[in-house]
């Protein structure tokens, strides 16, 4: 094993206090032109400054007034989406439920497993033809929706004429053993 030295590092010096530069005087002094003409730019800067704020207030108040505007009427315009997609999809579940009446046993189990959004076109309208073409599938793949047999008969049976009432002479003939 051949022997390595380590060198020792040389240590960083340790740090020393900052040298504290003194500060520049003032400028040479501008005399009492200058001073009066410095005055007089200082005030104009400060009433530009003062109108500035003043006007962004005013920028601000309109901006805020149209933006509150506009977001009022953003806000009207997304509710009423918001009711006329609902009063949509109501109207779809209420023509399914219409449709269904005749071959479901309950037609809002029809209105359950179908949604409203596939059949409202752009104008809102609802597609009637394609609400019955889902239906029709719809029974197809679940048939224990579907209504069972005809509806019940309440006719109480078979019927018959009713005999013509017997006559007078017929009870008579009846009671005497002749008939």
């Not at 806000?75 to 005749?102: D, F, G, I, N, W």
């Not at 006719?155 to 009671?175: E, F, V």
Request: no cysteine; hydrophobic share 40%; charged share 35%.
């Amino acid at each position: 094993m051949s022997e390595s030295t380590v060198e020792p590092t040389p240590e960083a010096p340790e740090p020393t206090a900052l040298a504290v530069l003194p500060e520049p005087e003032g400028d040479a002094p501008l005399g009492p032109a200058g001073e009066k003409a410095l005055d007089e730019w200082k005030r104009r800067a400060k009433d530009a400054e003062r109108a500035q704020r003043e006007q962004a207030k005013r920028l601000q108040v309109i901006e805020d007034r149209d933006k509150t505007e506009v977001q009022r009427a953003s806000e009207r315009a997304e509710s009423a989406e918001k009711r006329a997609a609902a009063m949509a999809q109501r109207t779809v579940r209420a023509e399914v439920r219409a449709l269904a009446a005749a071959t479901f046993a309950d037609p809002s189990d029809a209105a359950a497993f179908l949604d409203p959004a596939d059949f409202v076109d752009d104008e809102g309208d609802v597609d009637t033809k394609a609400v019955e073409k889902a239906l029709a599938a719809l029974l197809k793949s679940k048939p224990h929706l579907a209504r069972e047999g005809a509806p019940p008969s309440f006719d109480g049976g078979a019927r018959r004429t009713a005999d013509k009432p017997p006559s007078m002479n017929d009870l008579i003939r009846q009671k005497a053993g002749l008939g």
